[in-house]
């Protein structure tokens, strides 16, 4: 094989065959039309639109209208945690609007993301983004339990019903991005998989706010995430390879091509990105393409599918005695440094 050889990058996902796996996830980039132009031109192979929160939807209906009339004191304190979004996010109609405008814009797949609050609302605004056009529907199930009488068995009900519930409800793919706190990651996936998901999104950041010593606030503090937290991801990925029959997604930590490689090698479909766009710009996606198809050239690949899982923990056949055996080897193996001695 020549060293500089055509090597092909399509893979498929949702159902979806797209060009390359690099595929750009949720975020504000997803906002503005013009920046979904120079995605696709920069190589982005597929484009999932940033959450609409169905608090705002919520805001805009009549219901919450009346429920404020009426003087639900509880619903309306609630609200006032909610942030002023207008600058991030939209309300259902523009929303819908942005989507069909992304739609005719770029040919790549427009993956729309949902991040609802009540069954009716989930499936509501599913339909109301497929009938805009969406090619599938990333329903993105961040929620932070605060409440102790709550177990872990009820959030996880409650998860794979709502996805059952949403996957009835529309003819477009379902993936379902998920935080890494569930106490069975592989079970999670697979009943999601059962429940009709055709795809698992591994993982949504935790979002922690600091206090300000100073003002004695809780202030929100998003910082961009850099290549070592791909590594749960990595490892997540090759643990459920295999073992379930959707395709799996990762986001979180993907900043170069190396980090796409080793996301196929662990079973992944595609490689998502928002930080590394943020911080080096769209353009800097042809560049992750083109060292991607310069490593596998060197490294006489043919494809993307060809490497798809084979990091992944497949072929171990006790997977609990391989892992404590690794967590032994990573607690010997560190070298204590005699200056902190
Ligand atoms: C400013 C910002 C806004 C985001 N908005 C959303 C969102 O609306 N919905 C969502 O599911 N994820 C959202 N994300 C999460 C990203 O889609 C992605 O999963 C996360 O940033 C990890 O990927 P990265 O390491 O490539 O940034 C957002 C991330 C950032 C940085």
New binding site residues.
């Given amino acids: 094989m020549s060293s500089n050889h055509e090597v092909n990058l399509t893979t498929n996902y949702l159902g979806l065959k797209l060009r390359s796996p690099l595929v750009a996830?949720?975020?504000?980039l997803c906002k503005d039309i013009d920046h979904i132009r120079r995605m696709e031109d920069a190589g982005v192979s597929a484009i999932?639109l940033?959450?609409l929160f169905e608090e705002q939807i919520e805001m805009e209906s009549e219901d919450l209208d009346r429920s404020l009339e009426a003087g639900s004191q509880s619903y309306a304190e609630s609200l006032t945690y909610l942030p002023e979004m207008g600058a991030?996010?939209m309300g259902p109609d523009a929303y819908l609007n942005h989507l069909r405008k992304a739609k005719e814009a770029v040919t790549v797949p427009v993956i729309a993301?949902l991040?609802g609050n009540s069954m009716g609302g989930w499936i509501r605004y599913a339909r109301m983004m497929e009938d805009a056009g969406a090619d599938g529907l990333?329903l993105?199930v961040?929620d932070l339990p605060t409440d102790p009488d709550f177990t872990g068995a009820q959030i996880e009900a409650d998860c794979i019903n709502l996805v059952k519930h949403v996957v009835k409800s529309v003819h477009i793919p379902v993936a379902v991005?998920i935080g890494p706190f569930f106490s069975s990651i592989p079970n999670m996936v697979r009943r999601f998989s059962d429940a009709g998901a055709k795809g698992v999104v591994l993982f949504?950041?935790f979002y922690q706010p600091d206090f300000d010593l100073q003002t004695l606030e809780v202030v929100p503090d998003?910082l961009?995430?850099n290549s070592s937290?791909l590594l749960l991801r990595l490892h997540w990925t090759a643990i459920c390879y295999g073992k379930v029959h959707c395709d799996l997604a990762i986001?979180?930590?993907?900043h170069s091509a190396f980090d796409v490689l080793k996301s196929m090698m662990a079973g992944a479909r595609v490689a998502?990105?928002?930080?590394?766009m943020?911080r080096r710009g769209i353009g800097f996606v042809t560049e992750i393409e083109r060292e991607l198809k310069a490593w596998m050239q060197e490294n006489e690949y043919d494809s993307i599918q060809q490497m798809q899982g084979s990091m992944s923990y497949q072929s171990v056949p006790n997977t609990s005695a391989f892992e404590r055996g690794n967590y032994m080897r990573v607690l010997s193996s560190y070298a204590l440094k005699s200056r902190v001695m």
């Fill in positions: 996830s949720a975020g504000p999932v940033h959450s991030y996010n993301s991040n990333e993105n961040y991005k949504n950041r998003l961009l995430s937290e986001t979180g930590g993907v998502m990105m928002t930080s590394v943020l």
